[in-house]
């Protein structure tokens, strides 16, 4: 007998990322070909006729897997019974405009959508939020939730991090993505982040020993990390933005759907990255929601813990940390906590 669909809402959906996502969604690529979809797209009244084109094109694909799809500027309608939901229509940084007003405008954002859900969605509800500042984004919706939806219910992107950190590597040791495993992401979506590799393993040689091997010493190996590596990571939307001539739309999708399915069928023991609620781990304040390694078995996320940093691993990832805190207090100054 087939499977009941699942309801899976998108806001931000007329938007580029959520034109990306949508069909990938539809087709079967977040959830596998055994899972039919119903989809719920969010946006408000200024994208919403971009998403009823969508939403026209999804039924010329004829998609097998797809029931239906709704549109709404409701909140409330569009997370009602919601099982997933990816947050994604943010308010961009406008020109001049300061960091305490783009929090301010995005806890007007989702706060009201945490809430909602809290109130309407699947009593086993997931969302991650991809729109910026994500990591914050996510912490204001989760507090909203409570008490219909536990905060831990909410992640944040951080997998475009860790897939760019593992294809800088694959080319940088000349072997193929599937042949690294234990790269990790630590800290906030932004340039602060710290790709780790550390832990790392590349056909089960350690990443820092394959480096070395391949650049000529463990110095080098250091040079490459520090000059090469970790900016790249860290700055890679910038550097898709001036040679694309427009943001990351494919890769950010790409790494939402791989975020989503990870969380629901697992990750078979496997090590990736997702910003989840902290409740202490590696001393991040609780509450927070920061990047770590995790794991999944299918019932959502769990921090891998017991990792040793060393001492310049460490105040990298608490820098980020503190740029997390600093985010949340101006949040807090804004009442919205
Ligand atoms: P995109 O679809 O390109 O991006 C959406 C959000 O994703 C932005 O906040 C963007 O952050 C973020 N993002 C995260 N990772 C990446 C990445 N790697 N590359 C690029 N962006 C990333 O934006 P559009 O303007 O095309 O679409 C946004 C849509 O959201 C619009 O249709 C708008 O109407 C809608 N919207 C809906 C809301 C709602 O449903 N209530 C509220 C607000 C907007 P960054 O800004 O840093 O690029």
């Known amino acids: 007998m087939a499977s009941a669909p699942v309801t899976v809402t998108i806001t931000g959906a007329g938007g580029q990322i959520g034109y990306a996502l949508l069909f990938r969604i539809a087709a079967g ?18 994208g919403m006729r971009a998403a009823e084109g969508a939403a026209l094109e999804l039924q010329d694909c004829a998609f097998p897997l797809l029931h239906d799809v709704e549109l709404s500027d409701d909140p409330r309608v569009a997370f009602d019974g919601c099982a997933i939901a990816l947050l994604v229509g943010a308010r961009p ?32 509800v997931r969302a991650v939020v991809v729109g910026n500042p994500a990591n914050t984004n996510a912490l204001i919706a989760a507090a909203a939730a409570v008490p219909g939806v536990p905060a831990d ?20 040791l000349g072997v193929l993505p599937g042949a690294l495993r234990g790269v990790a992401i630590w800290g906030n979506h932004s340039a602060t982040q710290f790709p780790d590799v550390a832990h790392a393993t590349v056909d089960g040689m350690p990443v820092p020993d394959a480096l070395a091997e391949r650049l000529g010493g ?76 995790v794991t999944s078995d299918g019932e959502g996320y769990r921090i891998v813990e017991g990792l040793e940093l060393d001492a310049r691993s460490r105040a990298r990832f608490e820098a980020s940390v503190d740029e997390l805190a600093a985010e949340r207090d101006a949040v807090a100054a804004l009442g919205v906590l």
């Not at 954002?109 to 699947?122: K, L, N, R, S």
């Not at 219910?153 to 940088?172: E, K, M, P, Y």
């Not at 550097?239 to 791989?258: D, F, L, P, Y």
């Not at 399915?261 to 929601?289: C, F, H, I, K, N």
Request: glycine fraction near 10%.
């Open 153 to 172: 219910r909410f992640s944040a992107l951080t997998r475009l991090d860790h897939n760019r950190a593992v294809g800088q590597l694959a080319v940088t």
């Open 29 to 46: 690529d977040m959830l596998g070909p055994d899972r039919p979809v119903r989809l719920r797209l969010l946006e408000i009244p200024q």
């Open 218 to 293: 463990r110095e080098a190996a250091l040079a490459w990390l520090d000059d090469v590596f970790i900016p790249r990571v860290a700055k890679r939307g910038a550097e898709i933005i001036e040679v694309r001539g427009s943001s990351s739309v494919a890769s950010a999708a790409n790494a939402a759907i791989e975020h989503v399915r990870d969380e629901q069928l697992g990750t078979g023991g496997a090590t990736t990255s997702a910003a989840v609620v902290s409740r202490g781990e590696y001393g991040v304040p609780e509450g927070l929601v920061c990047s770590f390694p």
């Open 93 to 124: 940084r406008g020109p001049g405009m300061e960091r305490a007003d783009l929090l301010a405008a995005n806890a007007g954002i989702f706060g009201p959508q945490g809430a909602a859900i809290g109130e309407v969605a699947d009593d086993d």
